[in-house]
């Protein structure tokens, strides 16, 4: 476990998970998150409100994001120039966000591509792949991407 402090709020995380912003209005679940490159934005999982939030450094929410194609996202990830990358666990996707979170630029891998109930994601810049990890079957999948 281990405490976060971001921008003046505590932040519990405990392996892919975070707990616990107070002074937020709206509940935040426990199934991912991810800071910005310059630590500028929080990006949170509600996982079964079928969200991606995004936070200034302040707290105030900058953004909600929801898409038929990010059922039960589960995890969150940002990539060292600041991609952000969202698994949809129900909905068996990968998908590419834009930064502030408010539109999907790209469904990167589906079911189509072997994508079955995806935990967790994240980019390679050594190999040019996005790494996804799976629930029940226990597959690592490797893209390649340009």
Same mark, same amino acid.
Request: aromatic fraction near 6%.
């Given at each position: &476990?281990?405490?976060?402090?971001?921008?003046?709020?505590?932040?519990?995380?405990?392996?892919?998970? %975070?707990?616990?912003?107070?002074?937020?209005?709206?509940?935040?679940?426990?199934?991912?998150?991810?800071?910005?490159?310059?630590?500028?934005?929080?990006?949170?999982?509600?996982?079964? @409100?079928?969200?991606?939030?995004?936070?200034?450094?302040?707290?105030?929410? +900058?953004?909600?994001?929801?898409?038929?194609? +990010?059922?039960?996202?589960? %995890?969150?990830?940002?990539?060292?120039?600041?991609?952000?990358?969202? %698994?949809? &666990? &129900?909905?068996?996707?990968?998908?590419?966000?834009?930064?502030?979170?408010?539109?999907? +630029?790209?469904? +990167?891998?589906?079911?189509?591509?072997?994508?079955?109930?995806?935990?967790?994601? %994240?980019?390679?810049?050594?190999?040019?792949?996005?790494?996804?990890?799976?629930?029940?079957?226990? @597959?690592?999948?490797?893209?390649?991407?340009?």
């Amino acid at each position: &476990m281990r405490l976060v402090s971001f921008k003046g709020f505590t932040i519990v995380t405990k392996q892919d998970k %975070c707990y616990q912003l107070k002074s937020l209005n709206e509940v935040l679940v426990d199934h991912g998150c991810a800071v910005s490159p310059i630590g500028d934005k929080l990006y949170i999982i509600d996982h079964f @409100k079928h969200k991606l939030l995004t936070l200034a450094s302040d707290g105030t929410v +900058l953004a909600t994001l929801t898409d038929p194609e +990010l059922q039960g996202p589960h %995890c969150v990830h940002v990539t060292p120039v600041g991609q952000v990358l969202v %698994c949809g &666990m &129900m909905s068996n996707t990968i998908i590419q966000v834009d930064s502030t979170s408010r539109k999907k +630029l790209a469904t +990167l891998a589906t079911k189509r591509d072997g994508v079955w109930r995806p935990i967790s994601v %994240c980019y390679s810049s050594t190999s040019s792949s996005v790494i996804v990890g799976q629930w029940e079957n226990n @597959k690592i999948l490797v893209f390649k991407v340009e």
